[in-house]
């Protein structure tokens, strides 16, 4: 059996800070797992260091699900966002590791693939509607079949989505976070503005995608997606904050354009009722915030069960690693949806070589053993931690919302 000997936890930041576990066994074959949690990344290496890495060695590396289990009920204290990346890291690592010592690519190792590639989403965005189109009929003439669109918000300084270089949006900006200012209504007139536009400019044949991150209330919410249902967009996410799964019943009573969730859910307890309830029509969890591959096949199995699809969360946050494990779990589920696809920067690609590859708007991970993905130690070492915070948001009046 490969006996885990040692495991470590390494911090780099090209660009942005990213958390990579990597485990090696005592036949010398190692596995890498993302445990980037953005804004909070020391709690995540602190917990693996000083918590986990002690309790993995000498344990047999193939036995993922027991040592997943171990780690989730030997916490006592379940879920949450840094247990569960911490969890993730471990689980993602050790499908590394089971993928190279049976030589086959981890989609295999999950049944085979049920598709030949993972169509994926890019970002367009920009301060104003027609910057936005802009940048849109790009990603449509490099092939991408669907597009998130964001724009600026005539009379606000600042908006989720809208990055001041147009490719790379990279929200944690500063070593204390900033304070953004927020209004709903001003939002609320925008959106639909953009989308006749993109519609306009990009035609039918592209799927549209908006991210409302948490800024509307459910009747809010409601009334955008009726705006939008005569440009069809393939889904609005995050529409209204969702600790409480039943508001987006009301968000279902007023409109039928379809719903994503789940980017910050790191539990299938955190969508049980969304989808039993066919209240949302994609799940976004993902492989580095959801328990790694293991526990998102669960939450992609429940979702099966009610046609819920998946949608997986892929910013840049998330490390080229837990892409390269979504893009495995994505090619082999069989009620796949949609992959975000928020590229790295070259300095972040070169941190992490893959084997992963893009083409006329899909991707697929590749053929190499395990994830097809490592972590260059020697140029890691180059990028120094930054702390850097995610931003805050506040009303007009000062009152704390959601960023
Ligand atoms: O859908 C998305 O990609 C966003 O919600 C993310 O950019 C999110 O804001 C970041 O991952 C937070 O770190
Ligand atoms: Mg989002």
């Known amino acids: 059996m490969p006996k885990i000997v040692s495991a470590k936890v390494i911090i780099t930041s090209p660009g942005r800070n990213f958390v990579t576990l990597k485990i090696e066994c005592d036949d010398g074959t190692t596995g890498v797992g993302d445990a980037t949690l953005n804004g909070r990344e020391l ?29 989730y009920k030997g916490a006592y204290w379940r879920r949450g966002p840094v247990t569960m990346s ?24 999950l049944g085979g693939a049920s598709r030949e590639s993972v169509m994926v989403y890019g970002h367009a965005n920009g301060t104003t509607i027609e910057d936005t189109v802009k940048v849109a009929l790009d990603y449509q003439a490099q092939g991408y079949k669907a597009i998130r669109i964001q724009c600026g918000v005539p009379g606000m300084a600042s908006t989720y989505g809208v990055s001041k270089d147009k490719y790379f949006y990279e929200p944690a900006d500063a070593d204390l976070p900033t304070e953004n200012v927020w209004n709903t209504s001003k939002y609320m007139r925008v959106v639909p503005e953009l989308f006749k536009a993109a519609r306009e400019a990009l ?3 592209v799927h549209l995608l908006h991210d409302i991150h948490h800024r509307l209330t459910p009747i809010e919410a409601g009334r955008l ?32 354009t ?9 539990s299938i307890w955190d969508a049980k009722d969304l989808i039993e309830n066919q209240l949302i029509d994609y799940i976004r969890a993902t492989v580095v915030h959801a328990g790694g591959i293991t526990h998102l096949r669960r939450i992609a199995a429940l979702a099966d069960m009610y046609q819920v699809k998946t949608g997986c969360h892929g910013a ?28 790295h920067t070259p300095e ?47 009303l007009e009046d000062g009152t704390m919302f959601n960023w």
């Open 43 to 71: 709690s995540v290496a602190s917990y693996l260091t000083d918590h986990v890495i002690p309790c993995l060695i000498g344990r047999d590396a193939h036995r993922i699900e027991d040592i997943w289990q171990y780690l």
């Open 86 to 109: 911490a969890i993730a890291a471990v689980d993602t690592a050790l499908w590394d590791i089971k993928g190279k010592l049976a030589g086959l690519p981890v989609y295999q190792l």
């Open 203 to 205: 035609g039918w044949d």
């Open 225 to 256: 997606g009726k705006d939008l249902e005569p440009y069809r967009p393939f889904w609005l996410e995050d529409a209204t904050p969702a600790e409480n799964q039943e508001a987006f019943k009301l968000i279902r009573q007023h409109t039928t």
């Open 258 to 266: 379809p719903l994503a969730v789940g980017e910050i859910f790191n």
């Open 316 to 343: 840049t946050d998330l490390s080229p690693v837990c892409m390269a494990a979504a893009l495995h779990f994505d090619l082999s589920v069989p009620n796949f949806g949609v992959q975000e696809y928020m590229r």
């Open 348 to 394: 972040t690609d070169a941190v992490f070589p893959h084997a992963y590859t893009f083409a006329n708007g899909a991707m697929h991970p590749g053929e190499a053993p395990g994830l097809g993905v490592d972590i260059d130690e020697d140029l890691a070492k180059g990028y120094e931690y930054n702390r850097a915070f995610l931003p805050v948001n506040r």
